[in-house]
């Protein structure tokens, strides 16, 4: 035990001018106040990588239909849950990848490879004109676009001990509005012609591609976020020193190499990789993530489906238009909760207890969302707007405090991997979130006048049941908490 916490120190000894690592822990040492520059790169970058995972799915069932691959009306169902799991199968195959390539070569260059690919493939989708085009560049989007985990590295590198949990939370807050925008930015732009004839004719390529028009609307973002990394500081030590086997750097003389039993640094992530597995506080967190993450993406999918449902199915009757407003106005609330209230209460509480304590509030607001639909007019409106913002900042202030625990399971020269096995693992859960959701709530619509959870009841009460688990896991015997590298010790049971 007392190893493995001498591991996590990972205390830096000896900086060099030449090294950029070394240059931010310097910048590190002399800033005062909050560094607002870095930390507004980790909020643009995390967008730009957020926006493309769920833009579609207020448009996906009509795109599909559009494509004409279905020969029935009930199987478009199966041909959008294969389209909207493409991403994430894409993801989780290349994670891994680009975590080592990350903890090698540097955060920056992964970072300017995803978002380049966001900026081209985001327009290219929105071209598509059959139904394997579009899975085509779904998947290859999915497999270059993997900087979520590296910049959740870069984040904890770039911030000092006062600051780490904002850090962590702009990681967060910025991934939970782009999966609360981009859908919102996909409902209102799609299929500009039929909504905005005055604006966009029929005879314009907006006629002729309806879903290229929120595709571009993307990948004009990504683009000013490409040219805008480029002045992105690295944070990855680069130079020729030493490290010990229990991760702390010495200088390279050869009294020091004898005694510590050093290896070369550009040896270090291949032969410290195999660790992470045994490295229980890691593979414990990840796994309490991969839960929750399957949680949000099913309860993702089933929102935007059960808010545009006839009501006589239990439904709201919303437009696709009424559903774009609630989420945009729960992205923007969401950013302010983010920024004014979570860094307070996670210093408070501690990262693990807003983990339980967002997962215990989660469950009676779902809940509620059947009983909400029983409401009308101006009503209805005002209280799923409430229920969808408190929803979307219980379920960032989750993951962000997961974000923070699993940081601080691991060094920094093995933070890029350990962030690529999360993605990794994230991604086949997620990527069984559509098919499941969608399953679950067809199966539901069949069944309204059931003696046991009617309708959409039994729909909330299964995600309910993945978030019990989910918050059961995060206690002991299973979840380990590690003393962290920067001198914290998580509390709670």
Same mark, same amino acid.
Request: proline fraction near 5%; include cysteine.
């Given at each position: 035990?007392?190893?493995?916490?001498?591991?996590?120190?990972?205390?830096?000894?000896? !900086?060099?001018?030449?090294?950029? *690592?070394?240059?931010?822990?310097?910048?590190?040492?002399?800033?005062?106040?909050?560094?607002?520059?870095?930390?507004? %790169?980790?909020?643009?970058?995390?967008?730009?990588?957020?926006?493309?995972?769920? &833009?579609?799915?207020? &448009?996906?069932?009509?795109?599909?239909?559009?494509?004409?691959?279905?020969? $029935?009306?009930?199987?478009? *169902?199966? %041909?959008?849950?294969?389209?909207?799991?493409?991403?994430?199968?894409?993801?989780?195959?290349?994670?891994?990848?680009?975590?080592?390539?990350?903890?090698?070569? /540097? $955060?920056?260059?992964?970072? +300017?490879? /995803?978002?380049?690919?966001?900026?081209?493939?985001?327009?290219?989708?929105?071209?598509?004109?059959?139904?394997?085009?579009?899975?085509?560049?779904?998947?290859?989007?999915?497999?270059?676009?993997?900087? !979520? *985990?590296?910049?959740?590295? %870069?984040?904890?590198?770039?911030?000092?001990?006062? #600051?780490?949990?904002?850090?962590?939370?702009?990681?967060?807050?910025?991934?939970?509005?782009?999966? @609360?925008?981009?859908?919102?930015?996909?409902?209102?732009?799609? !299929?500009?012609?039929?909504?905005?004839?005055?604006?966009?004719?029929?005879?314009?390529?907006?006629?002729?591609?309806?879903?290229?028009?929120?595709?571009?609307?993307?990948?004009?973002?990504?683009?000013?976020?490409?040219?805008?990394?480029?002045?992105?500081?690295?944070?990855?030590?680069? #130079?020729?020193?030493?490290?010990?086997?229990? /991760?702390?750097?010495?200088?390279?003389?050869?009294?020091?190499?004898?005694?510590?039993?050093?290896?070369?640094?550009?040896?270090?992530?291949?032969?410290?990789? *195999?660790?992470?597995?045994?490295?229980?506080?890691?593979?414990?967190?990840?796994?309490?993530?991969?839960?929750?993450?399957?949680?949000?993406?099913? %309860?993702?999918?089933?929102?935007?489906?059960?808010?545009?449902?006839?009501?006589?199915? /239990?439904?709201?009757?919303?437009?696709?238009?009424?559903?774009?407003?609630?989420?945009?106005?729960?992205?923007?609330?969401?950013?302010?909760?983010?920024?004014?209230?979570?860094?307070?209460?996670?210093?408070?509480?501690?990262?693990?207890? @807003?983990?339980?304590?967002?997962?215990?509030?989660?469950?009676? +607001?779902?809940?509620?969302?059947?009983?909400?639909?029983? +409401?009308?007019?101006?009503?209805? #409106?005002?209280?799923?707007?409430?229920?969808?913002?408190?929803?979307?900042?219980?379920?960032?202030?989750?993951?962000?405090?997961?974000?923070?625990?699993?940081?601080?399971? @691991?060094?920094? #020269?093995?933070?890029?991997?350990?962030?690529?096995?999360?993605?990794?693992?994230?991604?086949?859960?997620?990527?069984?979130?559509?098919? =499941?959701?969608?399953?679950?709530?067809?199966?539901?619509?069949?069944?309204?006048?059931?003696?046991?959870?009617? =309708?959409? !009841?039994?729909?909330?009460?299964? +995600?309910?049941?993945?978030?019990?688990?989910?918050?059961?896991?995060?206690?002991?015997?299973?979840?380990?908490?590690?003393?962290?590298?920067? =001198?914290?010790?998580?509390?709670?049971?």
């Amino acid at each position: 035990m007392e190893e493995n916490e001498q591991t996590l120190l990972n205390k830096v000894e000896i !900086q060099y001018d030449d090294c950029p *690592g070394c240059k931010v822990a310097r910048l590190k040492d002399e800033r005062k106040g909050v560094p607002y520059k870095e930390f507004s %790169y980790i909020w643009l970058v995390s967008l730009c990588t957020a926006l493309p995972i769920k &833009f579609l799915f207020p &448009f996906l069932y009509f795109m599909i239909q559009d494509f004409g691959i279905a020969k $029935r009306v009930e199987d478009i *169902g199966f %041909y959008a849950g294969f389209l909207g799991s493409s991403f994430m199968v894409g993801r989780a195959l290349t994670s891994i990848g680009w975590g080592m390539a990350a903890d090698l070569y /540097g $955060r920056r260059p992964v970072i +300017l490879i /995803g978002t380049l690919s966001v900026a081209v493939l985001s327009t290219l989708f929105g071209l598509s004109s059959n139904f394997w085009m579009a899975v085509s560049l779904r998947f290859l989007l999915g497999s270059l676009n993997s900087v !979520q *985990g590296t910049i959740r590295a %870069y984040a904890s590198e770039i911030s000092t001990e006062e #600051h780490f949990a904002l850090a962590l939370s702009l990681v967060s807050t910025s991934r939970g509005v782009g999966l @609360v925008i981009g859908p919102a930015i996909g409902g209102f732009f799609a !299929q500009p012609a039929e909504k905005y004839p005055n604006v966009f004719p029929k005879h314009s390529p907006f006629g002729r591609f309806p879903y290229l028009l929120p595709c571009l609307i993307i990948s004009l973002y990504a683009t000013v976020i490409f040219a805008l990394c480029w002045w992105l500081p690295e944070t990855l030590h680069k #130079h020729n020193e030493k490290i010990n086997e229990k /991760g702390v750097l010495w200088a390279s003389n050869e009294s020091e190499e004898k005694d510590c039993a050093d290896v070369d640094l550009k040896e270090r992530p291949r032969s410290s990789y *195999g660790n992470l597995l045994k490295n229980w506080p890691l593979m414990s967190t990840i796994i309490v993530y991969c839960i929750f993450s399957l949680q949000e993406m099913a %309860y993702s999918e089933i929102f935007s489906i059960w808010a545009v449902s006839d009501k006589k199915y /239990g439904g709201l009757s919303f437009s696709s238009q009424d559903v774009g407003m609630v989420l945009a106005i729960s992205g923007f609330g969401l950013l302010l909760f983010q920024f004014l209230l979570y860094p307070q209460v996670e210093k408070r509480l501690g990262p693990l207890a @807003v983990t339980r304590l967002s997962a215990v509030l989660s469950i009676p +607001l779902l809940w509620s969302y059947p009983y909400i639909s029983l +409401l009308s007019g101006s009503t209805l #409106h005002l209280a799923i707007t409430i229920a969808s913002l408190l929803r979307n900042a219980l379920s960032v202030s989750l993951i962000t405090g997961i974000f923070i625990l699993l940081n601080n399971a @691991v060094p920094q #020269h093995q933070r890029g991997v350990a962030n690529g096995i999360s993605i990794t693992a994230m991604s086949i859960f997620k990527a069984a979130g559509p098919a =499941g959701g969608g399953a679950i709530f067809s199966w539901a619509q069949k069944r309204q006048h059931a003696a046991f959870l009617p =309708g959409d !009841q039994m729909v909330f009460f299964v +995600l309910n049941v993945v978030q019990f688990i989910g918050l059961v896991m995060t206690f002991k015997p299973f979840l380990a908490l590690p003393r962290t590298h920067r =001198g914290r010790h998580q509390t709670g049971d």
